[in-house]
């Protein structure tokens, strides 16, 4: 392939890629529409906002990685390498990483809104989202934090900081409802 055809090339996968991105402007109303219901008073649940766990191309590429690990090449790539179904299938698996990401930010943001009204002062002090999401799933509603639950992943004297300031928060009890719509969202992750 000459150099120009990979510039060919190059420009037909970026008239795709603005394809979508207008095809996802659509998505909008749906946000707004999910904005409006919360303003309304309606709740929103994690599923309404994190959406890649159930998405089709997250099961595929997971699905197409254990076909690939179960079965492993022997003979070497013959031809271009961008053109080899591996190689595609890596690139979707790190593009698919960012967006993997992204979905942990806005599972943490989502337990942040639900969670700071029981113990508003957690989201300083545990400051990494997976940390965050795993302590307000071993506390729940009980503030009364022992060693034992939170030492395989918070440091000691992170532990002895949320101890402290579990035992003085002005938060209240989330109700049953809200408490698990935020495990729901802890097990997301």
């Known amino acids: 392939m000459s150099l120009a055809d990979e510039l060919l090339a190059d ?4 008239g795709e890629e603005e394809d979508e991105d207008l095809a996802g402007e ?3 109303d749906t946000v707004e529409q999910m904005d409006i219901a919360t303003l309304m008073g309606g709740k929103q649940t ?11 191309q997250l099961t595929r590429v997971l699905n197409s990685i254990a076909k690939y690990a179960a079965d492993p090449r022997i003979e070497p790539v ?9 190689y595609k ?9 960012a967006e993997i990401d992204n979905e942990i930010s806005i599972v943490h943001k989502f337990i942040i809104d639900d969670y700071s009204q029981r113990f508003p002062e957690l989201q300083s002090l545990v400051i990494a989202p997976l940390d965050y ?9 009980n503030l009364e934090v022992t060693k034992a639950e939170l030492t395989d992943f918070l440091p000691q004297a992170t532990i002895m900081v949320v101890s ?11 109700p049953e409802e809200d408490m698990a719509q935020v495990e729901e969202a802890c097990d997301m992750v």
């Open 133 to 141: 999401i795993n302590t307000v799933k071993r506390l729940r509603n």
């Open 78 to 86: 013959i031809g271009l390498v961008e053109e080899d179904p591996e």
């Open 11 to 14: 420009f037909e996968e970026m």
């Open 46 to 56: 994690i599923k309404d906002v994190a959406k890649l766990k159930d998405s089709e």
């Open 89 to 97: 299938l890596i690139v979707e698996a790190n593009n698919l990483a």
């Open 26 to 28: 659509d998505n909008v």
């Open 164 to 174: 402290v300031t579990a035992s003085t928060t002005q938060g209240k009890p989330l």
